[in-house]
């Protein structure tokens, strides 16, 4: 899933209107940022198969540290202490982020054929939403759809900036989902995680900058 995670993030904001986008960003997707560090450094893997799913043409063989339930509750443990620290804040705060963290098992639980491990070297397991390209975008687009909804209830620009940015933004996001539907296979591994080791810091440091053209309601 890619747009649900996002999606996740926007309608996080209700429950911590405190907290930047980009952090609730980057917990929702905490698992795809570990995740193209650990296939760069060969801890990781990924090849490329098309028809592996109808969906993506990724074949995730393993991916144990970055998205196994057991260690995103870990990872949920250290980004909701490692907040605490920074912020000094705690309570509904770190709860939203560990939500967040463990939400990204189960929207991937959900869309992966059974690839999801429970814990390293465990048991694997998966919906296959993938199987189905009408039903992934449907589900996805109605994620978007709400939490866009509960951000924008939340918060409202500041100046043109807040208000065009956010809509360059989920226009860009669209974009981007729309290539990773209907485009060509990646052109290789190494093609997957520069996009992914670049990519994501980019769009959090977009989100962190409209968020701060916006304000609570």
């Known amino acids: 899933m890619f747009i649900g995670h996002f999606a996740l993030g926007f309608a996080a904001k209700r429950a911590a209107p405190q907290m930047s986008l980009a952090t609730l960003f980057g917990a ?19 090849r490329i198969d098309s028809g592996n799913t109808a969906f993506t043409p990724l074949d995730f063989v393993s991916y ?3 998205h196994s339930l057991a260690m995103l509750v870990l990872w949920a443990a250290v980004l909701g202490l490692g907040y605490r620290y920074v ?20 929207l991937d639980w959900i869309s992966h054929r059974p690839d999801m491990p429970l814990y390293p070297g465990g048991p694997r397991f998966g919906l296959g939403l993938w199987n189905s390209i009408p039903a992934t975008i449907v ?4 994620m978007l759809t709400i ?65 701060r053209h916006r304000q609570a309601r």
């Open 87 to 106: 912020s000094g804040r705690s309570g509904r705060a770190m709860g939203v982020l560990a939500v967040l963290v463990l939400s990204h098992w189960i």
């Open 139 to 142: 589900v996805e687009l109605a």
């Open 28 to 46: 929702a997707q905490l698992a795809d940022i570990l995740w193209p560090v650990l296939v760069a450094t060969g801890v990781e893997h990924v």
């Open 64 to 66: 144990p540290y970055s």
């Open 147 to 211: 939490g866009l909804w509960f951000y924008l209830r939340s918060t409202c620009a500041r100046d043109a900036i807040g208000r065009w940015s956010l809509n360059l933004m989920v226009v860009v996001l669209l974009l981007v989902y729309l290539l990773n539907t209907a485009g060509r296979p990646p052109s290789s591994v190494t093609a997957i995680w520069v996009a992914g080791v670049v990519g994501t810091p980019l769009l959090l440091a977009w989100s962190w900058w409209t968020d």
